[in-house]
C-alpha cells in the first residue's frame, strides 16, 4: 500500500486547511486510515483515524476542531483541521492498517502544515 498526502502549508492562527491522502496498491486488509503528526522535538502522535465504516476516533487536542472523513470509493482519506493554533504545526503523516487498535504498518511521506502569524 503507497499512501500520497497533500494539502499541508502555512497558515494564520484561527485558519484551516484540509490535507488529503490517496492510497494505492491492494486495499483489501485495510481497515483503518488516520493521521498522525510529530512537532519538533516531540514525539510522533495520533491525531484521527477512521474506519472503512466511519467510526472516528481523535486525539483531545483536536476534538471539536478537525473533522476525519473517508471515501472509500477513491481510497482516500482527508482531514478538514479547523480553528488552527500554533501548537497544531507539525509533519502530517497519513497512514493506513488493519486496524485501529495497533500501531498503522503504512506510511505516507508526510506534509508539513506551519501555524504562523
Known amino acids: 500500500v503507497q499512501l500520497q498526502a497533500s494539502g499541508g502549508g502555512l497558515v494564520q492562527p484561527g485558519g484551516s486547511l484540509r490535507l488529503s491522502c490517496v492510497a494505492s496498491?491492494?486495499?483489501?486488509?485495510?481497515?483503518?486510515m488516520g493521521w498522525y503528526r510529530q512537532a519538533p522535538g516531540k514525539q510522533r502522535e495520533l491525531v484521527a483515524v477512521i474506519t472503512r465504516r466511519g467510526i472516528t476516533n481523535y486525539a483531545d487536542s483536536v476534538k471539536g476542531r478537525f473533522t476525519i472523513s473517508r471515501d472509500n470509493a477513491k481510497n482516500t482519506v482527508y482531514l478538514q483541521m479547523n480553528s488552527l493554533k500554533p501548537d497544531d504545526t507539525a509533519v502530517y503523516y497519513c497512514t493506513a492498517g488493519p486496524r485501529v487498535d495497533v500501531a498503522p504498518p503504512y506510511w505516507g511521506q508526510g506534509t508539513q502544515v506551519t501555524v504562523s502569524s
Open positions: 496498491g491492494s486495499m483489501f486488509s485495510i481497515n483503518s
